[in-house]
């Protein structure tokens, strides 16, 4: 591991994460470091994920040439209303309150079933299917671990009307060459945390993730999340900090551009649209009363997104 006090060239330090075995969901020191972590910050490093390396490495050669597709033909798979398909840079704003513009990233989401119109149909799409599935796997392990880690069964969340039919969501991201600037509101992906339940990110080797670990203090003191071959960097969403009633802390990043391009592959795993989100059982007491009321997965996450991109129609009325 990084020692704890290493520093980024750009003056940043660099965060030392647990390496989380995933290897056995029921591995007591897996439990014990993933608790920890997400009370902490939401953020950790998963090794002996299952997953192949070289099937990941395949994932981003497919992302580097879909993004070296000329614009005009990037945009003809424009996402739609759903949120699959093609977001162009700006398209796409995390924090509002710091930002001039939007995120400096395109990127790509990919659902379930990937659609026939996607970019070179045969080869993309059984890449993206299968590693969609593997990523899954790793997802459903780590949502095993949770549990335990919340004093929850094992299996909590394997749940017929919470990850019976989870919605996973593959987004391929790409950031351009841009040195950003927080003084400036410049940002290759500004300030926020993910919406939903846990992400899986895979990153190439260029350093650029930034997480902060006190983000309800002022001001906020960010550090880099090194990169490392083949492993997964796990945040918390959202929507699992809300389940617990905050109990566990989802990981508020940032992206940070030093000039050089960067590739990144991100897993979204949420539950089912119909499933309840409320307050767990073992999170709440008199110490931490309830904090927020039920709502439907779906409702909670098509507010998120509508609030972070951009109405479709900027870009019907560009085509006028």
């Known amino acids: 591991m990084d020692d704890a006090n290493a520093v980024d060239v750009a003056g940043v330090p660099s965060s030392a994460l647990d390496l989380i075995d995933l290897s056995s969901a029921d591995n007591g020191r ?9 009370l902490d910050f939401g953020c950790f490093y998963g090794i002996n994920h299952g997953a192949s390396q070289d099937l990941m490495e395949e994932v981003f050669v497919q992302s580097r040439r879909f993004f070296g597709l000329p614009l005009s033909e ?10 699959r398909g093609y977001t162009p840079l700006f398209d796409q704003v995390l924090d ?11 990127g790509y989401y990919v659902g379930a079933e990937v659609p ?43 749940k017929p009307e919470i990850l019976g039919k989870p919605i996973p969501i593959l987004r391929l991201l790409h950031y351009e060459g841009l040195i950003s600037d927080p003084s400036k ?9 993910d919406f939903g339940f846990l ?15 006190n983000k309800d203090a002022k001001p906020q003191a960010w550090e880099y999340v090194q990169p490392l071959k083949g492993v997964f960097i796990v945040n918390l969403g959202d929507m699992l900090e809300r389940w617990s009633n905050c109990i566990f802390r989802s990981t508020l990043h940032r992206v940070i551009g030093n000039g050089q391009g960067r590739y990144s592959i991100a897993f979204f795993l949420e539950p089912n649209h119909e499933c309840l ?16 009321p039920p709502i439907l997965c779906q409702t909670y ?20």
């Not at 990037?74 to 949120?83: S, T, V």
């Open 74 to 83: 990037k945009m003809k798979l424009l996402r739609n209303e759903k949120h």
């Open 199 to 213: 992400t899986l990110l895979a990153t190439d080797d260029v350093s650029g993730l930034q997480i902060c670990k």
């Open 277 to 292: 989100v409320e307050c767990l059982p073992t999170c709440m007491s008199e110490e931490n009363p309830l904090k927020f």
């Open 96 to 106: 509002p309150a710091n930002q001039i513009n939007g995120d400096y990233k395109e």
């Open 30 to 38: 897996s439990v014990s470091l993933l608790k920890q972590a997400c």
């Open 301 to 320: 996450l098509a507010q998120r997104y509508g609030d972070t991109h951009a109405d479709l129609d900027v870009y019907r009325k560009e085509e006028v």
């Open 116 to 158: 026939e119109n996607d970019p070179d149909a045969q080869k993309w799409g059984q890449t993206m299917e299968k590693f969609l599935s593997e990523a899954l796997n790793v997802a459903k392990v780590v949502a095993r671990i949770i549990a335990l880690a919340l004093d929850l069964e094992a299996d909590f969340f394997d």
């Open 185 to 193: 509101g410049i940002y290759g992906a500004g300030a926020h945390s």
